[in-house]
């Protein structure tokens, strides 16, 4: 099993910045990339950005690119997630989710929800105008 615990978020300002953290823990050993997704109220869950085992391949939404950074602390099992440049359709509750299988990890699958098996408890995120 493989835990994960977020940290973070909050409200903010268009135009400012937040930091999200979601620590890992248990049999990080079993997954194959991390990912952050959103979902706005009342809409469904999306895909934000993931990042591969050691980091080597990452991805974005189109939404966020260029604002959005998705980073990882081997170390600490921790994954990052900062969002600059915010906007107010940022807002929504954000989750970190871990996947085990590499072939859901690529580019043509990672944003997926369905098919990741962990979950962190989800962190608001508030940007006002």
């Known amino acids: 099993q493989v835990q994960l615990v977020q940290s973070g978020g909050g409200s903010v300002q268009a135009g400012g910045s937040l930091v999200l953290s979601c620590a890992a823990s248990?049999?990080?050993?079993?997954?194959?990339?991390y990912a952050w997704f959103r979902q706005p109220p009342e809409k469904e869950r999306e895909g934000v950005a993931v990042?591969?085992?050691?980091?080597?391949?990452?991805y974005y939404a189109d939404s966020v690119k260029g604002r959005f950074t998705i980073s990882q602390d081997n170390a600490k099992n921790t994954l990052y997630l900062q969002m600059n440049s915010l906007k107010p359709e940022d807002t929504a509750m954000y989750y970190c989710?871990?996947?085990?299988?590499?072939?859901?990890?690529?580019?043509?699958?990672?944003?997926?929800?369905?098919?990741?098996?962990?979950w962190g408890q989800g962190t608001q995120v508030t940007v006002s105008s």
């Open positions: 989710a871990a996947e085990t299988d590499r072939a859901y990890c690529s580019s043509t699958y990672w944003a997926r929800s369905a098919q990741y098996d962990y």
């Open positions: 248990g049999r990080t050993s079993w997954v194959d990339c």
């Open positions: 990042i591969g085992r050691g980091g080597v391949s990452t």
